[in-house]
């Protein structure tokens, strides 16, 4: 199959040499120039569980510099990224091409759509994960899964030669038929465990061993269940519960400070409009009240102007 990766970044790029080393066709498509200028001259770098597996040769390109014909997109950029790459890479879609979409957060369908017809849209949610430690290297651990599902649940002939490539790149993937509560249950551990590691600025273990973090926990949870609800979205209260502490061992996420401290700490803009911001707006379409995640919404903005303040 050939394959457009938009967003070659921690996620992109490991799905991508997976594709790639399967026998697919992978174009690497980003916007950071140092990344594609590292990933053109030397290779992706790839160090998996802490070996260096050595580097692998996919080329890179800008959005605007992708030609030829492409089966499928698979999207990894940030959520605040998503119309932008969206806007660049539509002009070299042609009228087949699938697109796939992974980020994290609420709201990423309604971008895609602007851009591509529903027919060809399928969304998803990964348990994979992924880093960079630097432009051209990627540094990741562990391995994960993906739930899928065609945004109308629309079924064509593509959907086998979909979950076939996936499969083969090991990348263990299923069709759902809802995977909607699944993105956000995900959503619901992301807007806990995203926001309160950044502004307490702690990891995930250091959170969990606050004594009163269930209370912390509930402050947001009950606001995404009562918005989920007028959404038609059952949110599972001890679904999510169990997954946020199943995270706080050391063998588990504990060691790890969330995505979104880490754009924090580098200086970057942060997906918490996909996040808490996006329950908030939900919340004001129907008439419910989220104090909490709007307060952490403007918290959060507050760290990204704080880091613009003093980056300037
Ligand atoms: P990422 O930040 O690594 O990459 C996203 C984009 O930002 C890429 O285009 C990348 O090249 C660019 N970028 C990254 N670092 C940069 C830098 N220092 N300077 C300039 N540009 C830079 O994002 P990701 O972690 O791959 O996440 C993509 C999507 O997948 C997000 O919605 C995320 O929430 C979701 N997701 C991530 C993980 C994970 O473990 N990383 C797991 C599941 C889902």
């Given amino acids: 199959m050939k394959i457009l990766i938009a967003g070659s970044g921690a996620m992109g790029a490991r799905f991508g040499y997976l594709l790639k080393e399967s026998g697919n066709d992978v174009l690497f498509v980003d916007t950071w120039q140092d990344h594609i200028d590292a990933i053109n001259k030397n290779g992706l770098q790839r160090i998996i569980d802490g070996v260096d597996i050595g580097p692998i040769h996919i080329p890179a390109v800008k959005p605007e510099d992708v030609v030829g014909h492409y089966d499928l997109v698979l999207l990894f950029v940030k959520s605040l990224q998503l119309d932008d790459m969206m806007q660049r890479i539509t002009p070299s879609l042609s009228e087949d091409s699938r697109v796939l979409c992974l980020l994290n957060g609420l709201g990423n369908i309604e971008i895609v759509e602007k851009y591509v017809s529903r027919d060809r849209i399928y969304l998803g949610m990964t348990l994979w994960s992924s880093g960079l430690k630097g432009p051209g290297v990627l540094n990741a651990v562990g ?170």
């Fill in 143 to 312: 391995s994960g899964s993906i739930e899928m599902q065609q945004v109308n649940n629309l079924e064509s002939d593509f959907d086998a030669k979909l979950l076939t490539t996936l499969n083969d790149a090991g990348l263990n993937a299923a069709y759902s038929k809802d995977v909607i509560q699944s993105i956000w249950h995900k959503v619901s551990l992301n807007c806990v465990l995203n926001t309160y590691c950044t502004l307490i600025d702690c990891n995930i273990g250091e959170y969990g061993a606050y004594e009163k973090h269930q209370e912390l926990t509930d402050l947001i949870l009950n606001e995404i269940i009562a918005v989920g609800k007028k959404e038609g979205i059952e949110v599972i209260y001890d679904i999510v519960a169990n997954n946020i502490k199943g995270v706080f061992s050391p063998e588990k996420a504990g060691g790890h400070y969330p995505s979104l401290y880490q754009d924090i700490a580098s200086g970057r803009r942060t997906e918490i409009d996909a996040l808490n911001g996006a329950i908030v707006k939900l919340g004001e379409k129907h008439g419910v009240e989220t104090p909490v995640c709007k307060a952490i919404t403007l918290m959060i903005h507050s760290k990204e102007n704080v880091n613009d303040l003093r980056n300037n």
